[in-house]
């Protein structure tokens, strides 16, 4: 009968989960205090974010070899297992999914972008692991209710802005901005940084004259510069990434429109983006999470291991990605273990209570892992991107309002 | 509220941009009209005529438009030579079909080759007039933006000159007309034809120089200009150069003028709103003739 057919057959099933099961466990590996301690991290090494993806992966490099040449973790040597997910959602979750259950790693480290960290956040949780990541600072990343993640940075996109927002407010009324204009790409992290100057520059009193939202496709600006510069608002602030910044920025200059302060997130802080408006940078800011000329203890120890490893110094990425080996050894080091299961709880709990020093300054979290720090603000002043915001790090003085570009 | 200065800058902005459409989809309507082919490689083509361009610039340093006297032959012979070899082996009952088919591949093709000669990053010229702007009616043009328009106005009278007044562009209409006809009082069709499609191809060339002055170019682009471009050719009915260019026109001031209430995104649909209504109210294009209504 159909019925007994049915029920053989799932018996057969069972068997054959069962062996598979047990062979699988078979295989896996048992960490003993001799071994070495194995992390696990999927990065975009191919695809749309393989750049920023290669970045973190040297970040983790130099911190696990600046490990290993000091005697390890916990005695233990640190050895890191990359797996390639293409900068694809799904692949991300079956890369965590392997590492935590087959390879059975000790630790894991985050992968790269909002889109890849919540998916691959979510595996972590499920198994209860300790999931510090070096990107995914849009807001999103925090709304999901997760019980195990922190972001390794300063400040999440919206508090990007925060010195520049309380410095413009500060201004005496004669000098300070009334009008702003806003132009981000419709992308969580870029929108997110303009909106969360937007949301504060509002509440102080500065009107929005203009508030576009531009698909990451756009390669014409004209007709948001127009409306910009028809508005002829105080200042004007891009949630950018690179090429849709500079671009902004030339159809701006085309029209005219010279603002008393310009404002762009990413683009003004590459090397190539003078020459890309022309050599007419003078004035414009930009926040950033990292400099190599930041003078806390570890950076000064990171940025020499990193130029003698890479040949050159590191950017914000490499940064990032070292800064989340930092908190995760913090983590290990204070707590004693490092392997699945009930250690990871520990960990967990120290993290959430404690402040670690890093490259980027001080981090401590709140409850939904967002930093509570502030990014630095930076500005072009005598033809180089200089720190000029807060006054304790600034390498220049903020020139306001920005001369004519 | 909206200033008087804005729309006026917007239709000055509508207008140069109408005047680059314009170009590219006479060269678009070229070919459908000879040979009833849908070229969904020609903006493809006019990507990589950007990015020749701007290595040129690259490895000279001398002005991009210098490389007109290199791409525009060479862009004429790739259109013969790809009409010789691909276009003609289709069988005419199912041309119009499988051509779309063919000449997908083609774009696919040429994306992924420009994407591992020049990788996928974002390529802009930049020129020591880059930023450089003219009072004009009111309205701030950016030098580059009118060099583009001029060339792309140039491109266009020179086209609509071959047409009218050579007697290759009397051929070549007699042949979009009615080609058996044409081949009856003694036009070599098959040459003509071959050289129409170079003549289309050529328009790329143009197109993509003047692209490459006042924009960012990189390998897929190409996918945001054909659907604009085809667009623009139905409204304007289906191999009508003339047709083209009013539409191409009426749309890129439509464009420009919707960005000030609906944001770049939503103003982007202008193209296929139009498309759409085309195909309801009057499906042989507004200024198209007998072909269009034949097809």
Redesign the interface.
């Known amino acids: 009968m159909n019925a007994k057919y049915r029920i053989e057959r799932g018996i057969a099933v069972a068997i054959a989960i069962a062996a598979l099961g047990s062979a699988g466990c078979g295989r896996g590996r048992k960490s003993g205090a001799g071994d070495p301690i194995l992390i696990g991290v999927s990065l975009p090494l191919t695809g749309d974010f393989s750049e920023p993806g290669k970045g973190i992966q040297r970040g983790y490099e130099a911190w696990a070899k600046l490990v290993n040449d000091g005697g390890g973790l916990l005695g233990r040597k640190v050895v890191l297992k990359f797996l390639d997910d293409q900068s694809n959602a799904d692949r991300v979750v079956s890369d965590y999914e392997q590492l935590i259950g087959k390879d059975k790693v000790d630790l894991v480290f985050g992968p790269f972008s909002t889109r890849l960290v919540v998916p691959a956040a979510r595996v972590a949780e499920e198994y209860g692991m300790l999931f510090v990541e070096p990107a995914g600072a849009a807001k999103q990343v925090f709304e999901q209710g997760f019980k195990n993640l922190f972001y390794a940075a300063p400040a999440v996109a919206s508090e990007h802005y925060n010195y520049l927002a309380k410095y413009l407010l500060a201004l005496p009324e004669a000098t300070r901005p009334t009008t702003a204009a806003y132009a981000a790409m419709?992308d969580p992290f870029a929108k997110g940084t303009a909106y969360g100057l937007k949301a504060r520059l509002e509440a102080g009193g500065v009107k929005t004259l203009v508030d576009?939202?531009?698909?990451p496709?756009?390669?014409?600006f004209?007709?948001?510069a127009?409306?910009i510069?028809?508005s002829k608002a105080d200042i004007v602030v891009g949630g950018s990434q690179?090429?849709d910044g500079?671009?902004l920025i030339?159809?701006l200059?085309?029209?005219?429109y010279q603002p008393k302060l310009a404002a762009f997130s990413t683009a003004p802080t590459e090397a190539e983006f003078a020459?890309?408006?022309?050599n007419?940078a003078e004035g414009i800011l930009a926040p950033t999470g990292y400099t190599p000329q930041l003078k806390f203890p570890s950076n000064v120890e990171f940025v020499r291991a990193y130029t003698a490893q890479f040949g050159g110094p590191p950017g914000e990425d490499e940064a990032n990605g070292y800064t989340t080996g930092q908190v995760v050894a913090a983590a290990v080091k204070a707590a004693g273990c490092a392997a699945q299961g009930e250690c990871q709880g520990k960990l967990v709990a120290w993290v959430r209570a404690n402040q670690v020093d890093t490259v980027v300054g001080p981090l401590r979290w709140d409850d939904k892992g967002r930093p509570q720090g502030a990014h630095m603000i930076q500005q072009w002043v005598k033809g180089k991107i200089q720190v000029v915001l807060p006054e304790n790090l600034k390498e220049a003085d903020l020139i306001y309002p920005k001369p004519a570009? | 509220m909206v200033s008087a200065a804005l729309v006026v800058q917007s239709l000055v902005l509508g207008v140069l941009l109408g005047g680059l459409y314009a170009l590219l989809a006479a060269g678009l309507t070229l070919y459908f009209g000879v040979m009833r082919v849908v070229m969904v490689a020609h903006s493809a083509f006019l990507i990589v005529a950007a990015y020749l361009a701007w290595y040129f610039h690259l490895r000279t340093g001398l002005d991009p438009l210098l490389s007109l006297p290199i791409t525009v032959p060479l862009f004429f012979a790739a259109g013969v030579a790809m009409q010789r070899l691909l276009l003609a082996r289709l069988h005419p009952a199912t041309r119009t079909m499988m051509s779309v088919l063919l000449t997908f591949s083609v774009a696919v093709v040429i994306e992924g080759a420009l994407g591992t000669l020049f990788t996928g990053s974002q390529r802009r010229i930049q020129l020591a007039y880059s930023g450089a702007s003219l009072e004009l009616l009111g309205a701030r043009v950016a030098v580059v933006k009118l060099i583009a328009f001029a060339l792309a106005a140039a491109a266009m009278l020179a086209l609509y000159l071959v047409m009218t007044r050579s007697r290759f562009g009397q051929a070549l209409r007699a042949t979009i007309q009615h080609p058996e006809a044409a081949r009856l009082v003694g036009i070599p069709t098959d040459r003509v034809v071959g050289y129409g499609f170079g003549l289309g191809l050529a328009t790329a060339a143009i197109g993509g120089t003047a692209l490459a002055l006042d924009s960012t170019i990189y390998p897929s682009l190409h996918w945001r200009w054909i659907g604009p471009l085809m667009a623009i050719i139905v409204v304007g009915g289906l191999g009508s150069v003339l047709g083209t260019a009013i539409a191409a026109m009426v749309l890129g001031m439509a464009m420009s003028l919707l960005q000030i209430p609906l944001g770049t995104t939503w103003a982007q649909t202008v193209f296929y709103l139009a498309l759409f209504a085309t195909l309801a109210v009057r499906p042989q294009g507004f200024f198209g003739g007998r072909l269009a209504k034949r097809f």
């Open positions: 419709d576009e939202v531009y698909p496709s756009t390669t014409d004209s007709s948001i127009a409306k510069a028809a690179y090429q500079v671009n030339v159809a200059q085309q029209l005219s020459k890309a408006i022309g007419k570009w």
